[in-house]
């Protein structure tokens, strides 16, 4: 199934392949984290899967769990934690990215870069706060839930981004500094 078949579908459930999670993991390493939570995440997500691997305490919470990401945050509830590690519903972004600023707890979304920036409310939220991107290559096939079909050669590149997580403020998937 390609990407632009489901652009614009409402369709927000795409899963992250372990490949995509395993770039920032060092990260987190080098900050000695041991607490992660990730709100958008079931047992069976990659991010709880690799990250428990790699012997972090994983903390997850999902939707269909009757966990709201937005309901947690509002009642003050938040998990304590190190940092927020996720892949974010992709229509939820800019909602999701402003309740993380203002937590103040280290994150890394994993967000497609097309129209990351273009948005009025997101350049204000970015000039605002200091953030910095994780640029993967390759590309990432995300695969849907509903079936578990791999999305290929999706129309955009993913970037994870982050607060108070890399060491400098553009790195490509290597690891290398790009400025």
């Known amino acids: 199934m390609k990407m632009d078949k489901v652009a614009g ?21 080098k900050k000695k984290f041991k607490t992660i939570w990730c709100p958008f995440d079931t047992k069976d997500s990659q991010f709880v899967k690799v990250l428990k691997r790699e012997k972090f305490k994983v903390i997850y919470t999902h939707i269909s769990k009757g966990k709201d990401f937005f309901k947690i945050v509002d009642k003050g509830k938040v998990p304590k934690c190190d940092a927020i590690v996720s892949n974010p519903p992709y229509s939820k972004k800019t909602e999701v990215l402003t ?9 890394a979304m994993l967000l497609g870069i097309a129209g990351l920036f273009d948005s009025l409310e997101r ?47 553009l790195l490509n998937g290597l690891g290398s500094a790009i400025c």
């Open 99 to 107: 309740y993380l600023f203002e937590l103040g707890i280290p994150f």
């Open 9 to 29: 579908s409402g369709q927000d459930e795409f899963y992250t392949p372990r490949y995509a999670v395993e770039p920032i993991v060092q990260y987190l390493k």
């Open 123 to 169: 350049a204000r939220l970015f000039s605002k706060h200091k953030f910095e991107v994780l640029f993967l290559n390759p590309r990432v096939d995300y695969f849907s839930g509903e079936d578990g079909e791999y999305l290929k050669q999706p129309p955009f590149q993913s970037v994870y981004v982050c607060h108070d997580i890399l060491p400098k403020k």
